[in-house]
């Protein structure tokens, strides 16, 4: 190894931090345009509603007013489209109701949008709104996701029985029959409760259209500025694509909720060319609750089937998914690809089946949130593997050693082939950080006190890197998953990258550059990665699923290998040698055997001053792009190990120890990864124990609609994490060998939690968020 | 948020005499202001107590302590006299809010609002405090009227509490996991005021549970609550935890604030 490949695996400060952390961010709220005008919506009060009439003509003529909107001037352009086709069992492809940019005859959730004012400043566009006259007739709402099926209230005229779809995969007969003949059969029946993402900036966006060109610019808080681009053009409004640039700046916090194209932004460029002056709308919190989408939120009847000494025989799985009023952009994969494939876990259950019923509610609609499906999934999985331990009364750690997969690749029974992976490998490591051999006098310390102890575990695997595009495509995806990079040189050797990632918090600014500096062998100063912008990056399909570095990062590297070719062939000339006699090491190009060298700055110099240079053979210039589609997914994985200390009186949980060891391959900055790490744990912390969207059952109001009645979670919530990242088996199918870590901590905990509960207190199973109350409350039930 | 004047009396006198009409009066703010800007209080004036220098003093006499009703809630648990005469109360200070809001929220705001799940009338009542406003002084078993409803009339300001310094005090709060108000806090003292046991944040408004007091007036211990049952009748019933969990707590901490005093 040599000094600049040393970048890999340093932990190096994010270079994002000074500009964030001393308030010189540039995010979309802070972009203020000449001749600015401000949007505030009118939303629904109820959750399902004819509108009868709406009067704006009082709104109009209000001081500043530039222009009212509502769902008549939207009928002729198109709804907000979903990105995935789900089919039914039957065959039948799921129901797609229209998700107008304006409600235009019925409201479908509390914070549907109805109308758009635009005025000189939003105080005079809200004022505006309030004079707005709305005639409603209630309907009646449903919005618990299983009450949904067959429910009175019918969200959409074309899902008469609420449901979206009714898919499954794997053998039921086969399943059914091992279920049958089973010596044991562990069963729960739970929710996995929904959450709200909350990113710490709000969503906002600025739109302007120019009259001159006809063209149009976007500032927007997006995880993919180039598909918000490709949506909205393509599916929506009806804009050349060439037309329209989408720019997503500094944007704080995603986690899923900023990936989806949201009807605000879609009104705003719409209503730019309209008023011919920029428009600028930035949420409100309580708007954020009631119309960011939310996660999770799934009601789950699970059943594994195994033998008396604890090896798995079969999984069955029945879901019914809330996707909330409307289709969001990639809603119908979550519970369905992104789930059910997943249910495998580590372990080499032979046979497994899981159906999933989408059903509509009159409620935000659901979508992507970190993790996505597999915190879902791993729920299910670690649950049920943790109960029939406790059940057939093997040890946590032995029934999983029992049903590890130890032989690579995979193939599971529900869709995917892992291609690498050490289970037991990451597990020893857990146990081993956590103190497991401990545990037992601190239990007893904890009885001295009069307080509970419990220890739980949960092994998660989660598929990243999305995606293949050709088993994307198959499992109906309407788009491809590659991401695109470009390197361009400067000619004194200074290298500006464009990815097609985006990062919101990833520090891709940094790990980029370490990746590139380290390829190229050139000084990190040197490297500047730009993104999030549809006039500089040539394409991008953005950012989640934990696939930044896997899939952008390796379209880069390819790119960055096609600049290191084309300087052999100008090293070559220079040197008088032959192309295949070309060595480059250390950002040094050679010939071999010989001391002859020119260095990388040298002959990027000469690139673009082309004076001694084959200009018969070769194209002055040095700048490549490259376009990369993964052959896998990969397999991060890994066991977490929670220890929690309950107080039987009032309910209250400690986590005393959080153990996280992850094998996420290899690591280019652990810092980060740490980082990563232990904000997903926070959230996953946060699902199982604060964590709750509530609705009112019976007038679909959002209870827990701000943060005196949402418990986002604290640092004082939180233990310090015992972080042990292991010496991963890299992935086997990019040249980084790099997995992904955005999601894991998200993924992996809440079951560890959960379990760990269980264990102190000797109940089966607790909702999640296991609140004080609940807890407590299962405390009385058991006595 | 919608416009309004706004003024700053010098005087406790001036300050009366502007809060009429659609005027409210404005102490730190940490609940007057976020309601204005959720639009749900839209007054025409905000008559602004700051200036007035003498709402601010905290003297401990013999026998009692006297905090001005523009005490911040960080003035009072950092303040050596209150520390030393009643520590409970110095601690149920510094445990209010957050930072910000111990640095701006004050004792009479807080008292005037009558938040159900305040913190301070806790301790109003359960030191069987006197609170002084510009014409009367009103017992803390008068004060308090439940949901944010208090003895006051339109415009009558409180300008200090006293707090008769007990033998033994203490005060817990068990957070509502969102907002981390109390969603059961108790204060229990024994002194001048007798045996007190005040319970916020249960119910509409703070109360005192007799059932407790009764035991702890023949026996201050821990365990004089054990087998105390508290009814949950009338008692807060949300999505962070029931009417009958909310009265189960109420031994719980009262025990353990005993403990602990």
């Known amino acids: 190894m040599n000094a600049r490949q040393s970048f890999i695996g340093q932990r190096i400060e994010r270079r994002e931090d000074a500009r964030f952390l001393t308030g010189n961010g540039q995010y979309t709220d802070d972009i203020t345009l000449a001749h600015q005008t401000y949007a505030y919506f009118l939303r629904s009060p109820y959750a399902h509603a004819k509108i009868k009439s709406i009067q704006i003509a009082a709104a109009k003529q209000a001081a500043g007013v530039v222009a009212v909107f509502t769902g008549a001037d939207f009928r002729e352009v198109g709804g907000v489209p979903c990105g995935w086709l789900i089919t039914s069992v039957d065959g039948t492809p799921m129901k797609e109701p229209k998700h107008p940019v304006l409600c235009d005859d019925k409201v479908l959730f509390v914070g549907d949008a109805v109308a758009l004012v635009v005025a000189e400043t939003l105080e005079q566009a809200r004022a505006a709104a309030g004079l707005i006259e709305v005639d409603y007739e209630e309907l009646p709402a449903v919005v618990d996701v299983d009450r949904a099926k067959g429910a009175a209230a019918v969200v959409h005229d074309i899902a008469p029985d609420n449901v979206c779809y009714e898919w499954a995969l794997g053998d039921k007969a086969a399943v059914d029959a091992v279920f049958a003949q089973a010596p044991h059969v562990t069963t729960l029946q739970f929710k996995n409760n929904r959450l709200i993402p909350n990113a710490i900036e709000p969503r906002a966006a600025n739109a302007s259209y120019n009259p001159s060109d006809e063209s149009y610019t976007l500032y927007v808080t997006s995880q993919n500025p180039h598909v918000h681009r490709l949506l909205m053009c393509a599916f929506v409004l009806g804009i050349p694509e060439h037309k329209l640039r989408v720019v997503a700046p500094d944007v704080g916090g995603g986690f899923g909720s900023k990936i989806f194209l949201y009807i605000e932004e879609t009104a705003l460029v719409w209503a730019s060319k309209r008023v011919k002056r920029p428009i600028k709308w930035t949420c409100e919190r309580g708007e954020s609750f009631q119309t960011d989408a939310h996660g999770r939120d799934h009601s789950t009847r699970a059943e594994l089937a195994t033998d008396l000494d604890g090896k798995f025989l079969a999984m069955r799985v029945h879901t019914e998914a809330n996707l909330g009023a409307y289709l969001s952009t990639f809603a119908s994969s979550v519970p369905t690809i992104l789930y059910a494939t997943l249910l495998a876990g580590q372990y080499t259950t032979p046979k497994i089946y899981c159906a999933v019923t989408g059903v509509f509610t009159n409620t935000t609609p659901v979508d992507a949130y970190r993790g996505a499906g597999r915190p879902e999934a791993t729920y299910v999985v670690e649950r049920l593997v943790e109960t029939a331990a406790r059940e057939l009364k093997i040890d946590q750690a032995e029934i999983r050693r029992r049903n590890f997969i130890t032989s690579f690749p995979y193939a599971t029974p529900v869709a995917l082939t892992y291609d690498t992976g050490n289970y037991e490998a990451h597990m020893a490591a857990a146990i081993e950080l956590a103190d497991v051999k401990g545990f037992g006098a601190r239990k007893l310390a904890s009885e001295a006190k009069g307080l509970k102890r419990g220890i739980g575990y949960s092994a998660y695997i989660e598929a990243c890197g999305l995606a293949p595009s050709n088993i994307a495509g198959a499992l109906g995806a309407r788009a491809g998953l590659y991401e695109a990079g470009e390197v361009r040189v400067h000619p004194t050797g200074k290298v500006t990258v464009f990815t097609g990632s985006h990062s919101h918090g990833q520090g891709h600014e940094t790990t980029f550059a370490q990746v590139v500096a380290a390829r190229l062998g050139i000084p990190l100063e040197d490297v500047d990665i730009q993104h999030g912008d549809t006039g500089k990056v040539l394409f991008g399909m953005g950012t989640y699923g934990s696939r930044s570095l896997s899939v952008g990062g390796t379209a880069i590297i390819k790119a960055v290998d096609k600049v290191i070719a084309k300087g052999k062939k100008i090293a070559a000339h220079l040197m008088e040698a032959s192309d295949t006699d070309i060595e480059f090491d250390n950002g040094v190009f050679k010939v071999a055997g010989t001391d002859k060298s020119v260095p990388f700055a040298s002959i990027a110099l000469t690139a673009y001053v082309p004076h001694n240079y084959p200009l018969d053979k070769l194209e002055p210039g040095l700048n490549e792009n490259a376009f990369y589609d993964p052959t896998n997914f990969t397999f991060p994985a890994g066991t977490y190990i929670c220890e929690v200390e309950v107080d039987p009186q009032t309910g209250a949980t400690r986590v005393d120890r959080f153990t996280a060891c992850d094998d996420f391959g290899n690591i280019v900055n652990p810092m980060i990864v740490e980082g990563q790490v232990h904000g997903g744990i926070a959230q996953g912390i946060g699902q199982a124990l604060l964590e709750h969207a509530v609705y009112d059952s019976q007038s679909g109001q959002l209870l827990s609609g701000s943060y005196m009645d949402y418990a986002m979670p604290r640092a004082d919530d939180l233990p310090e994490f015992r972080i042990g990242t292991v010496s991963g088996t890299p992935c086997t199918h990019n040249p980084l060998g790099v997995k992904g870590c955005g999601e894991a901590g998200a993924i992996g905990s809440p079951p560890a939690v959960i379990n760990a509960i269980c264990d102190a207190i000797g109940v089966s199973d607790l909702p999640m968020p296991a609140t004080p109350h609940v807890v407590w409350s299962a405390i009385q039930q058991a006595h | ?261």
């Open chain 2, 1 to 261: 948020m919608e416009s309004f004047a706004y003024k700053t009396p010098q005087s406790v006198a001036e300050a009366v005499q502007l809060a009429t009409g659609e005027a409210k009066l404005i102490a730190g703010g940490q609940s007057l202001l976020p309601s204005m800007k959720l639009g749900l209080a839209a007054p025409s004036a905000l008559i602004d107590l700051g200036r007035i220098a003498d709402l601010r003093t905290i003297k401990v006499e013999t026998g009692q302590v006297t905090i001005g009703a523009m005490a911040t809630h960080a003035s009072v648990a950092e303040s050596a006299e209150v520390k030393a005469a009643i520590p409970a109360l110095a601690e149920l200070a510094a445990n209010i809010g957050d930072r910000q809001v111990r640095n701006r929220g004050t004792l009479g705001g807080s008292l005037a609002n009558n938040d159900p799940a305040a913190c301070y009338p806790s301790a109003v009542l359960g030191l069987g405090a006197m609170v002084h406003t510009d014409r009367r002084t009103i017992a803390a078993d008068d004060f308090f009227k439940g949901l944010y409803e208090t003895a006051l009339d339109e415009g009558e300001l409180i300008t200090s509490v006293s707090f008769p310094i007990p033998k033994r005090a203490k005060y817990i709060k068990f957070k509502q996991p969102a907002s981390r108000f109390s969603l059961v806090g108790v204060f229990v003292s024994q002194g001048p005021a007798g045996t007190r046991v005040a319970v916020t944040g249960a119910g509409a408004g703070v109360f005192r549970v007799k059932a407790l007091e009764d035991k702890l007036a023949t026996h201050w211990a821990p365990e004089s609550c054990a087998g105390v049952t508290v009814s949950a009748d009338g008692l807060n019933s949300d999505l962070h935890g029931s009417a009958a969990y909310r009265a189960a707590l109420i031994p719980v901490l009262t025990q353990r604030a005993v403990a602990a005093s």
